[in-house]
């Protein structure tokens, strides 16, 4: 069965670094996006991106954060200069056009900031 | 603001026993997805679903639009069906609101 694959599957990041999460999407989605959990606490959409640009973004979706489709394959968040509350559980997902066709979720992304 | 609201936020069952979860939205959709967690947190869609009903296995979701509500139910449960199912409601290809989750358990 078709997968979306998240990597690294654990980081860990000094504060004011940057890093990028990288998602391998389903090859025939058309929608991707990413979502993150911070432990205990509840799914937050971040981003959704459909023909090359982003199609909605939350208000957690600063100028810290972005995304880019750097190649047909990959679709990255990079987060600038994070912070200890950037910890959390990445998840990037992807699904076909339509309304009754559900996501693919990656297995996440851990990211420590220490 | 809570756009998404499950009940009950536990939920322990014996083996065998039919399960419901509830989910109400105030927020306008689409499109209502039902997701589960494991403990190891990876995340699987079950349903996602505009109208009416949908059925997989031992599975079933329904929402009723005009009421804002949908419902997830689990026939003859088991032990492997132990996880958190999440709703979230919103439009696909845009924001979806998640709700906190129900957090289920299924004794032998």
């Known amino acids: 069965e078709p997968e979306v694959t998240q990597t690294p599957s654990h980081q860990v990041t000094q504060m004011g670094q940057e890093v990028i999460l990288r998602c391998v999407p389903i090859s025939n989605h058309l929608y991707f996006y990413w979502y993150r959990q911070i432990l205990g606490q509840k799914v937050e959409f971040l981003v959704s991106?459909?023909?090359?640009?982003?199609?909605?973004k939350s208000e957690i979706f600063d100028d810290q954060f972005s995304v880019e489709r750097p190649d047909g394959s990959n679709f990255t968040l990079k987060i600038r200069s994070t912070k200890l509350e950037d910890s959390a559980m990445y998840f990037c997902?992807?699904?076909?056009?339509?309304?009754?066709?559900?996501?693919?979720f990656g297995s996440g992304t851990r990211l420590t900031v220490v | 603001k809570n756009e998404v609201e499950q009940s009950p936020q536990n939920l322990t069952a014996q083996e065998g026993e039919f399960i419901t979860i509830n989910c109400s939205y105030s927020v306008g959709i689409s499109a209502l997805h039902w997701l589960q967690q494991h403990p190891g947190g990876g995340i699987v869609s079950l349903f996602m679903?505009?109208?009416g009903k949908k059925k997989h296995g031992r599975l079933i979701a329904t929402i009723n639009i005009q009421e804002k509500h949908s419902s997830l139910h689990i026939t003859a449960s088991h032990p492997r069906d132990s996880a958190v199912y999440i709703c979230?409601?919103?439009?696909?290809?845009?924001?979806?609101?998640f709700g906190t989750g129900t957090s289920l358990t299924v004794i032998p």
């Open positions: 997902a992807s699904r076909e056009i339509g309304v009754d066709y559900g996501y693919t």
């Open positions: 679903l505009s109208s």
């Open positions: 979230a409601a919103g439009s696909p290809g845009n924001q979806f609101y």
């Open positions: 991106f459909y023909n090359n640009e982003i199609s909605e």
